[in-house]
Each structure stands twice: as structure tokens, then as C-alpha cells.
């Protein structure tokens, strides 16, 4: 079993050795903690570093975010798009993004961001056919996650990116006794990825768990017999 546990200490050493700070994700951070407990729904410092220089490594254009808060990631996500890069994030919050907006502006990123308040499902299903992103990033409603992949995938250009939050779930995924139906949306999404043969994928234990889905090539062969 070759992995590393955790402690507070050593992950506070892992967030000062990578590029996780910067004076607006900083201060959006702190004002975010002052929302109370809802604010655990904001990314960790590492995973913005991490989606920022995925959508980097890819050239990536074009990017999707369902589940925006108050803008964390969103920011991550555009700051790693091409100069004239566009990013559509779904929310069904103005409160939260009214915080997300004002950030926006902050990190110079505004112009490149569109949002849309309304079910993420009814906004991507509304999207034309010409409309194909190269990145996506679903942070949302557990019970909606199949269907957002679902909705995603046939859209995103092949050898694009989907990253998946929250597929370890505190523990809970793992957990036989736990039937909270959120627990068991995350637990069958696992599941479906891990048999998924029109992508490649690999679950990292970060922050609370990433899934990384490449979208396969027609015609590319399966590793899996």
C-alpha cells in the first residue's frame, strides 16, 4: 500500500510547497469562511492549483464548471484557459455568486466567465450543438452527477478533461452502513467510471478526492480485456 497519511501538519507543509496562494483566492477564501459551515464547499487551495494547471496543460479553450459558490475554482479554471478563453459556469445560487462576481473582477477575469443561474441540466441541455468544450468541472448536487457526466461527455472534444469533487466523500464511499442517498450517488458514479470504457480515468486522494476523466479517441483501444 504505498500512500501517505495525512496529518494537519504535513498537509499544511504540502500547501506551502506548491503555487497555492494568491492575494484574491486568498481573500475570497477567508471571506468565503466567514459564510460559516457552508463554506467546506469550497475547493482546497491544492485543488484550484491542480485544475488551473490541467486546463493549462491542455490548451484548453473552452471550459465548463456546474457548481460555482462563490468562485474559487471558477477563477482557477479561467486564469489556466487560453487569453481569449471562455468559461460557462451553473449555479442555482445568486447569494453565493453575487460573491463569485465581485471576485471575478478582482482576478481580472470576468470578461472570460459567463454565469447562468438556473439547474445546470437545463442550461447544458440548452447548449449548441457547436458547443463543445475542452474542459469540465462538476463540484455540484451528488444525486446529479451522473447526469451532468452524461450531458458532458458526448460535448467535450476527445482528449479533453472532466474532474470530478467529492468522490471520496469523507470516508463515507467506503462505508457499507451509509445509505444517505448522496453517499450512494457518489458510490454508483465511482463505480460507472471505473467501467467506463469511453474514457480513461484515475481517482487522486486529493482534498477530499478528485476523479480525472480523459475523453478516449475514436477508436483508441481500451487498456482494460
Known amino acids: 500500500m504505498k500512500y501517505t497519511r495525512m496529518t494537519p501538519a504535513l498537509y499544511a507543509?504540502?500547501?506551502a510547497h506548491g503555487h497555492n496562494?494568491?492575494?484574491?483566492?486568498?481573500?475570497?477564501?477567508?471571506?468565503?469562511?466567514?459564510?460559516?459551515g457552508i463554506s467546506r464547499?469550497?475547493?482546497?487551495?491544492?485543488?484550484?492549483?491542480?485544475?488551473?494547471?490541467?486546463?493549462?496543460?491542455?490548451?484548453?479553450?473552452?471550459?465548463?464548471?456546474?457548481?460555482?459558490?462563490t468562485g474559487y475554482s471558477a477563477i482557477c479554471i479561467a486564469r489556466g484557459l487560453a487569453p481569449d478563453g471562455r468559461l460557462l459556469c451553473c449555479d442555482t445560487s445568486e447569494a453565493w455568486t453575487s460573491i463569485a462576481r465581485r471576485y471575478?473582477?478582482?482576478?481580472?477575469?470576468?470578461?472570460?466567465?459567463?454565469?447562468?443561474?438556473?439547474?445546470?441540466?437545463e442550461t447544458l441541455n440548452a447548449l449548441g450543438p457547436d458547443e463543445r468544450p475542452d474542459f469540465a468541472f462538476i463540484d455540484a448536487d451528488?444525486?446529479?452527477?451522473?447526469?451532468?457526466?452524461?450531458?458532458?461527455?458526448?460535448?467535450?472534444?476527445?482528449?479533453?478533461?472532466?474532474?470530478?469533487?467529492?468522490v471520496l466523500w469523507s470516508g463515507r464511499v467506503i462505508d457499507p452502513a451509509?445509505?444517505?442517498?448522496?453517499?450512494?450517488?457518489i458510490r454508483a458514479m465511482n463505480d460507472f467510471i471505473a467501467t467506463d470504457r469511453r474514457?480513461?480515468?484515475?481517482?487522486?486522494?486529493?482534498?477530499?478526492?478528485?476523479?480525472?476523466v480523459r475523453k478516449r479517441v475514436p477508436g483508441e483501444v481500451s487498456e482494460r480485456v
Open 13 to 15: 507543509y504540502l500547501v
Open 21 to 36: 496562494h494568491d492575494p484574491v483566492l486568498d481573500a475570497l477564501s477567508e471571506e468565503t469562511i466567514r459564510l460559516g
Open 41 to 69: 464547499m469550497q475547493v482546497a487551495p491544492e485543488q484550484g492549483s491542480l485544475l488551473s494547471i490541467l486546463v493549462r496543460a491542455i490548451g484548453a479553450r473552452s471550459a465548463i464548471e456546474i457548481g460555482t459558490f
Open 104 to 121: 471575478f473582477e478582482k482576478a481580472g477575469v470576468a470578461d472570460q466567465i459567463t454565469l447562468r443561474i438556473g439547474p445546470a441540466i
Open 142 to 166: 451528488k444525486r446529479s452527477y451522473r447526469a451532468y457526466y452524461e450531458a458532458l461527455l458526448p460535448r467535450v472534444r476527445s482528449n479533453g478533461l472532466l474532474v470530478l469533487d467529492n
Open 178 to 185: 451509509d445509505r444517505e442517498e448522496d453517499t450512494q450517488a
Open 199 to 212: 474514457v480513461q480515468a484515475v481517482m487522486l486522494a486529493v482534498a477530499d478526492g478528485l476523479t480525472i
